[in-house]
């Protein structure tokens, strides 16, 4: 494509090629173009992956040849990036594999061209993505198919090539690469890419096919006879010594014993060839750093291969001149040359001389091969130039000895007596040539060329007479009239007589000839008025009636015939009859002048009359016409065009002219709105068809346009106005922008549909609209009346210091557009259907022209706070029809402007909601969330796809979100149910050796409660406190073996977290089952590790003791008396109860006397004790206590 050419629409393009027929010699032009334009077009991918279905289930054609070349120029040779390679490559490999088994060789051999890129791009994106095993196995089949076309017998030969090239490419794949990372290249995938533990890709057993697959190539190398394969395996080897350093001995070692021994019998220049790719290559690698340990092997092989290529050259040689000599003694033997005698006569004919060696030797007897060589062998001996001047002095030679001499037999006349001299024959032929007539034809020919040696005298110059066309001719009296008596009598002298009635008859005619001057009609009779209408109407119904027949017979002419009127005989009655109807003859014109003042006003009068009985016929040519509308459309369109011209006509005549044209065209749209079809779009056509259009009929169309019987008709006129009539274009334009802003889903849905037809390219219809959707987004931004007038008003100097206090994205309140279906300012909070009419047209425009969503994304940080709430809602449909591959979207997620940090939120969260991301979207979003320190609500739908680094890194930040309200729980809710394992039934009860689901990306429930209280700072004690109390309320994982995991896992940790002991209170709370463990194992723990050194732990120990007394009581006892006391200073209620369990449990009775001092011997405490209420479970002490102790209410069990 040339430099200068205009760009060409790959859309437009294609749905040419796809509408022209199929096959043909225009769609392969027109696919040709399409090629060129979309090799850097930014849509490859895109049309690529729309046309990938097609390839399926088809015969060949031409369609889809080019769509699978086009697939792979993306996939192989595009600048495409490799992520969006990838992509295509996934797409397309089911396609791909089963086009493997299709009939047309040629089809196979660019599929097999396709899957060298294929097997490496998706074999390093398998290796991340762990959990997507169909494409492996995919891949895996296609592979064993394309190898078997290496193997097999009778495999077509580029096929085969082909296949050898992917096998290699396999190779490379399934080897080991540089095993410094240093040195690593990503863009080489290799083994050292699959993770030891993958779950469906073995390292091991690829390395052993690549290695098994390499001696292959190297047994083909050393069997086969064919050069283009040996050619295809080594141009590839460079490339492997290359990237797989540690094959480099292997591939020097095989190229060093290789001889050209079952090249025998290939022509020498094969053989030689082959022999310098070896040498090429086997330098090649003695010049890079792998090779250098190997230069003395090389070279030792180079040298040894010298010396078989001179032996191979000096054997060539000699089998060349020995068969130059055989061949030589050939021809010699072949035409022996005797002495003539003297006396023998000299020849009079010439008698051609035997070509060298043609005497008699059949040279087919020769093999073909060494003919071939002593052709070059004799081509070899002669320098360039000797060569030139040799072929020129052959075809030299060839061109004197072709001339033709004309055979003696072919000149009639002749006899066979011996042929004469040169001169006389010539002669004699020239004078006989003269005698006939000229030959014609292939005759005439050969006969020219045989006299070319001696050109004959020209012949005389004949006058041509041009042939006479008969219809121009001049004919005369006597030739219209051929009479032989006539004739006769005329030339002998006698008349024939005349008639003398006849002779009276034309003296008669020749005086009614003479021109009339003193001529003049009689008058016409006076008719009245009623007869004059009378008379009107019966010559409409004859000229109406009469047309019936002039329409059957407009049908049978010819319309390809060049004299064909362009107006037909209907048009011509309907002309005749509007005409009668609207040029008004007012006979008193004349007389005005002629008339005094008595009698203007019967004048007026007069006048009067006549325009009434105009107006009559017109209400009856209106009625005529509104009978049948859709059928007299003709006749109604004819009517409208000659009033508007006699309006105009009569207007330059009398300002005072009253004009007609309105007035009977509102009378035929108010009588078409009675009985009209809302789907006939004849009225349409008519109104197109007007040479004026009416601020009035326009204004009928837009209420057309929101009726529902009449909705089709009215955006159909306003389209066609847009379309065809440049004079109506803009307010017909402006109409139907104005109506994508209607209240009414459907009005408004087919306004936006209307107009999305002139996007992208239609001018200037596609301009005009952008404005205006752009307008209606900036509306949105625009400032409220009431948030204006709460505001203090502030005195200004000038204008500018108003528009300098304007916040960004707004505007003037002037320059904001209005429509009459929209409020002049906006509800807030907002309205979603009125936020709705702002957007609607822009998000359907953003499905054709992507660019939109740069706008929305740029308005959306300067609207008001409910504005963004409901936008983010309303454009749920947009981002679900673009899809999470949508180009455009990925890239606003990553380069969104500030102030949009919701809205891409919302986009991300519609791509996750019905499906799990990719592993694209995921690295894309962990990336923004470093780069851009974006909310953790970022995270959350992606957090299920990260690993459990990722997972136990970000979900800290996750859990700060937590503020008390019901939506950030629900969303970590989820969170937890998503990266949280549920145990097994048996979990706690068994044992079992079965491996824990996905235990490399999910946390354990466990673990998670664990790492709650582990990052409790980093959280935040009240948001961890709502984690833990979410963790509590999913029952069917935290069970209550559960919790006691996590009690022993917590209780083991140098420093006890801050909420261990709220979290011990809720889970005794929830399940009693737990109030053994803690009572025999956990607070005697607790009490080892001196828990009152940390003042709100000890303050939740003595809480829970109170909590599950007395089960208690044992692990109360292990306490220091300082403690203990402190205790039952807390508890009161404790101490009767501890006094009276050591009472029934103690035997030595020094320590129950301890324990009495600090209980009391008596009872006279109790009575004080229980004047005042004890605190319950869930109540506080009257001692302030930490705020993060606070316990909810407890979960039932």
């Avoid at 050419?5 to 173009?33: C, G, H, I």
């Avoid at 082959?274 to 890079?288: C, F, M, Y």
């Amino acid at each position: 494509m040339s430099a200068n050419a205009a760009p060409v629409d790959p859309l437009t393009q294609f749905s040419l090629a796809l509408a022209a027929p199929a096959d043909s010699k225009e769609q392969a032009e027109l696919l040709s173009t399409l090629r060129e334009s979309l090799e850097n077009h930014p849509s490859l991918s895109i049309l690529c992956s729309t046309l990938i279905n097609t390839l399926s289930g088809t015969g060949d054609s031409l369609m889809k040849t080019w769509v699978l070349n086009l697939l792979h120029f993306a996939i192989c040779k595009s600048n495409l990036s490799a992520e969006a390679r990838t992509q295509l490559a996934d797409q397309s490999l089911e396609v791909l594999a089963g086009l493997l088994n299709d009939g047309n060789i040629n089809t196979v051999k660019v599929v097999v061209q396709c899957f060298p890129t294929v097997y490496a791009l998706l074999f390093r994106s398998l290796c991340v993505n762990r959990s997507n095993r169909k494409p492996w196995d995919i891949l895996t089949q296609a592979k064993a198919r394309i190898l078997e076309f290496v193997w097999a017998p009778h495999v077509n030969a580029g096929l085969r090539i082909s296949a050898v090239k992917f096998m290699q490419r396999v190779i490379l794949v399934q080897t080991r690469g540089i095993n410094d990372p240093r040195l690593q290249n990503k863009d080489d995938p290799n083994l050292n890419m699959v993770p030891s533990d993958h779950p469906f890709i073995s390292a091991q057993a690829l390395e052993q096919e690549g290695l098994k697959l390499l001696e292959g190539v190297i047994t083909t190398l050393y069997t086969s006879n064919n050069p283009d394969m040996l050619s295809a395996i080594l141009n590839s080897w460079a490339n492997l010594i290359k990237r797989r350093p540690a094959l480099v001995e292997l591939v020097v070692s095989t190229l060093v014993q290789w001889t050209p021994v079952k090249l025998e019998g290939q022509p020498a220049s094969v053989i030689r060839s082959a022999e310098k790719t070896i040498r090429i290559l086997l330098t090649h690698i003695s010049r890079t750093p792998q090779g250098h340990p190997f230069v003395g092997q090389i070279q030792s092989a180079l040298a040894a291969q010298a010396a078989r290529m001179e032996q191979a050259v000096a054997e060539e040689k000699a089998r060349r001149a020995a068969a130059a000599e055989a061949s030589k003694k050939r021809t010699n033997t072949a035409t022996p040359v005797t002495e003539a005698p003297e006396s023998k006569r000299p020849k009079l004919e010439h008698e051609p001389v035997p070509a060298l060696g043609a005497g008699g030797f059949d040279f087919s007897a020769l093999p073909a091969t060494l003919v071939t060589d002593l052709i070059v062998a004799n081509l070899q001996a002669h320098t360039e130039n000797a060569l030139i001047g040799l072929v020129q002095a052959y075809r030299h030679k060839k061109a004197t000895t072709s001339i033709p001499v004309p055979a003696v037999a072919e000149i009639p006349g002749l006899s066979s007596t011996p042929p004469p001299s040169r001169g006389s024959t010539a002669e004699h032929v020239a004078s006989v040539s003269a005698q006939r007539p000229p030959p014609s034809g292939p005759r005439a020919d050969r006969e020219k060329k045989a006299k070319s040696v001696t050109p004959p005298p020209p012949p005389a110059p004949v006058k041509i007479e041009e042939p006479v066309d008969p219809l121009k001719m001049d004919i005369d009296d006597e030739e219209m009239e051929y009479e032989p008596d006539r004739l006769n009598l005329e030339i002998s002298g006698e008349a024939e007589p005349i008639d003398e009635a006849e002779a009276a008859l034309d003296h008669a005619m020749e005086e009614a000839e003479l021109p009339i001057t003193d001529f003049k009609l009689p008058p016409a009779r006076e008719l009245d008025a009623d007869d004059r209408e009378v008379l009107m109407r019966k010559a409409i119904t004859r000229i109406r009636e009469g047309a019936k027949e002039l329409v059957a017979a407009e049908g049978a002419l010819d319309a390809s015939d060049p004299h064909h009127l362009r107006t037909t005989p209907a048009d011509m009655w309907m002309l005749l009859l509007v005409r009668m109807v609207t040029r008004v003859s007012d006979p008193s014109i004349e007389q005005e002048a002629n008339e005094d003042e008595t009698k203007a006003d019967d004048a007026v009068v007069k006048r009067s009359e006549i325009y009434d009985r105009q107006d009559r016929l017109r209400h009856a040519l209106c009625e005529y016409i509104m009978a049948d509308f859709s059928g007299r459309i003709r006749l109604a369109t004819t009517w409208m065009n000659e009033e508007w011209y006699n309006d105009r006509i009569r207007r330059q005549q009398d300002r005072a002219w009253q004009p007609n044209y309105e007035t009977w065209l509102n009378q035929i749209v108010a009588a078409y709105q009675t009985h009209a079809e809302g789907k006939d779009r004849t009225f349409s056509r008519f109104l197109l068809d007007l040479p004026a259009v009416p601020q009035d009929v326009l204004n009928l169309l837009r209420e057309s346009c929101v009726e529902p019987e009449r909705r089709q008709m009215g955006f159909a006129a306003l389209r066609e106005f847009v379309s065809q009539r440049p004079s109506l274009r803009a307010e017909a334009m402006n109409m139907l922008l104005e109506l994508t802003t209607h209240p009414d889903k459907i009005t408004r849905g087919a306004a936006i549909n209307t107009v999305k037809r002139w996007i992208p390219d239609v001018q200037p219809m596609a301009d005009m609209i952008r404005d205006f959707a752009l307008q209606l987004l900036r509306r949105l931004q625009s400032r409220p009346k009431q948030a204006e007038e709460e505001k203090p008003e502030k005195p200004q100097t000038n204008g500018a210091d108003h528009e300098e206090n304007m916040e960004d994205g707004q505007l003037p309140q002037e320059d904001i557009i209005q429509t009459p279906y929209l409020p002049e300012q906006l509800e807030l909070p907002a309205v979603n259907a009125q936020i709705l009419q702002h957007v609607e047209l822009l998000f359907a425009l953003s499905t054709k022209v992507p660019e939109f969503l740069d706008e929305i994304f740029a308005a959306y940080g300067g609207m008001e706070e409910t504005v963004q709430e409901t936008v983010q809602q309303l454009i749920t449909p947009l981002v679900r029809a673009l899809g999470p591959t949508h180009g455009k979207l990925l890239t606003l997620l990553r380069t969104f402007p500030p102030g949009a940090e919701s809205l891409a939120l919302r986009v991300l969260t519609i791509f996750t909601e019905t499906g799990r991301p990719s592993a694209q979207l995921v690295a894309l979003v962990k990336s923004l969330v470093n780069e851009r320190d974006l909310d953790a609500r970022f995270l959350i739908p992606i957090i299920a796809e990260m690993d459990k680094a990722d997972i136990v890194r970000h979900l800290p930040r996750i859990v700060s979100i937590l503020n008390g309200t019901p939506e950030p729980k629900q969303l970590v809710r989820s969170v937890f149910s998503s990266i949280v394992t549920t145990p097994p039934e048996t979990f706690g009860k068994v044992t079992s050796n079965l491996p824990r689901v996905r235990q490399s990306e999910l946390l354990t429930p466990a673990e998670l409660m664990v790492l709650l209280h582990e990052s409790e700072r980093e959280i935040g004690l009240r948001s961890a406190i709502e984690a833990i109390s979410i963790c509590f309320s999913m029952t069917d994982i935290y069970r209550s073996e559960i919790l006691g995991v996590v009690m022993n896992q917590l209780v083991d940790v140098p420093n006890l977290p801050t909420l261990f002991m709220r979290t011990v209170i809720q889970a005794v709370t929830t399940y009693r089952s737990l109030r053994g463990f803690v009572s025999t194992t956990l607070l005697s723990r607790l009490i080892t590790k001196k828990i009152w050194t940390n003042p709100p732990l000890w303050e939740g120990f003595i809480r829970c003791a109170k909590l599950i007394a007395p089960q208690s009581f044992g692990a109360l006892l292990q306490l220091p008396k300082e403690q203990l006391r402190e205790v039952v200073e807390k508890q009161p209620t404790l101490k009767a109860e501890l006094r009276e369990h050591v009472m029934k449990k103690g035997t030595n009775k020094a320590r129950v006397a301890g324990y009495l001092d600090i209980f009391g011997e008596d009872d006279s405490s109790t009575p004080a004790a229980a004047a005042s209420p004890a605190p319950s479970a869930g109540e506080s002490t009257p001692q302030p206590e930490p705020e993060p102790l606070l316990v909810e209410p407890a979960q039932s069990s």
